[in-house]
């Protein structure tokens, strides 16, 4: 069921004004779906705030706009049909823009990122060389890059006679790292990002093992056609890459290498820039 909560972010007007979708003209709101908790995009901090790249991005955009910001929490694979369904507007999250996504959302790009494996560090030195996945088993969350990207290894490996990359896949990250942690995966196949992020807060509990398996933009998905949405979104978040909010927030969780200089808007495949 989706948790909704409602975070405080109303504030003045950007001094140049920004364009603003029909939805937060007639409610004053800025109404988003957010996953449930994938550090360090979105998580629950230590005094029960919500907080993280998304969230603080999130806020800051509502500021510019003069909006409340209402998040309503859902697992990652029901957000592109929920928009597709038009339950909302605006899914904030790190989606890749695959073929499949193009033909039912568009988005607006704010990040980039790569994929990588992390195990725990008696397992990494059996992750060496090409093709490292084989034979391994991979969890994965549902829908996401790392999903597909996990079939396009396995298939690999089948071409060159190697074992099968065995994929589990999972609603959340927190579920694939008890998983590996419990000896019940060999390995999470995930954002770069998110995957040094735990490296780093966890001391180690799991290690990112060498190999970046792909390399794209990452933004939020909105409803097919949109364009007020988009132009809202891309305008909010260049006005915070221009007066440097932007930079903070991706400093402040150790991401400047994932910061892009503009956002903007992919309706189709040829619009990604790489």
Excluded at 169 to 191: C, M, N, T, W, Y
Excluded at 198 to 209: A, C, I
């Amino acid at each position: 069921m989706a948790i909704t909560a409602l975070i405080a972010g109303a504030g003045t007007l950007a001094a140049a004004e920004l364009p603003k979708s029909p939805e937060v003209k007639e409610t004053g709101k800025l109404i988003m779906a957010n996953t449930l908790e994938y550090a360090p995009f979105e998580f629950i901090a230590e005094d029960g705030k919500q907080v993280g790249i998304n969230i603080e991005l999130a806020q800051e955009a509502a500021k510019l706009l003069g909006a409340e910001l209402e998040v309503t929490r859902i697992p990652f694979p029901s957000m592109v049909p929920g928009l597709a369904a038009g339950r909302f507007k605006v899914a904030w999250e790190t989606f890749a823009a695959t073929d499949d996504r193009l033909k039912q959302v568009d988005f607006v790009m704010f990040i980039k990122s790569g994929i990588v494996a992390s195990t725990t560090p008696d397992k990494a030195p059996s992750f060496q060389g090409e093709n490292n996945l084989c034979g391994k088993r991979v969890g994965v969350i549902g829908g996401a890059v790392s999903d597909f990207i996990a079939d396009r290894l396995n298939e690999e490996c089948k071409a060159k006679g190697k074992p099968e990359l065995v994929k589990s896949i999972f609603p959340e990250g927190k579920d694939i790292i008890q998983a590996v942690l419990s000896d019940r995966l060999d390995a999470r196949l995930d954002d770069a990002t998110a995957s040094g992020y735990f490296e780093v807060t966890s001391k180690g509990q799991l290690v990112v093992v060498p190999g970046l398996y792909d390399v794209a933009p990452l933004g939020i998905a909105i409803p097919k056609g949109d364009k007020e949405t988009a132009e809202m979104l891309s305008a909010a978040l260049n006005e915070l890459i221009k007066n440097g909010t932007y930079k903070t927030i991706m400093a402040k969780y150790g991401m400047t290498s994932a910061m892009i200089e503009e956002a903007y808007v992919v309706d189709a495949a040829d619009k990604i820039r790489k």
